[in-house]
Nanobody, 123 residues
Framework: VQLQASGGGFVQAGGSLRLSCAGAERIFSWYGMGWFRQASGKERSFVAAISARGSATRYADSVKERFTISRDNTKNTVYLQMNRLEPEDTAVYYC?????????????????WGRGTLVTVSS
């Protein structure tokens, strides 16, 4: 499954951005999807995940109450709405397709990764 993330940019602290990740194949709706991020000099870390039908979501503690993951399977697209952004959220954000239909928090459970999109939050 080819994935293309978009929507990154520069925003001031407290602002919002919405990331999108479009899948190129009809089978997109069979799989859980996740967002991960990698800050400069740090390892890639889990941000949010959503199950294949959107019935289950999971979040990293650092983004709970601020970020919302959703998906529109009719458009083969998953979204990450990011509110109340903080400088610590600055990173390259990646979307990924899961191994199965679950909302997994573990990177090894993801088989396909899109090219990242950079989010920069200024203080």
């Amino acid at each position: 499954v080819q994935l293309q993330a978009s929507g990154g940019g520069f925003v001031q602290a407290g602002g919002s951005l919405r990331l999108s990740c479009a899948g190129a194949e009809r089978i997109f709706s069979w799989y859980g999807m996740g967002w991960f991020r990698q800050a400069s000099g740090k390892e890639r870390s889990f941000v949010a995940a959503i199950s294949a039908r959107g019935s289950a979501t999971r979040y990293a503690d650092s983004v709970k109450e601020r970020f919302t993951i959703s998906r529109d399977n009719t458009k083969n697209t998953v979204y990450l709405q990011m509110n109340r952004l903080e400088p610590e959220d600055t990173a390259v954000y990646y979307c990924a397709k899961g191994y199965d239909s679950d909302a997994s928090t573990a990177a090894p459970q993801y088989t396909d990764w899109g090219r990242g999109t950079l989010v920069t939050v200024s203080s």
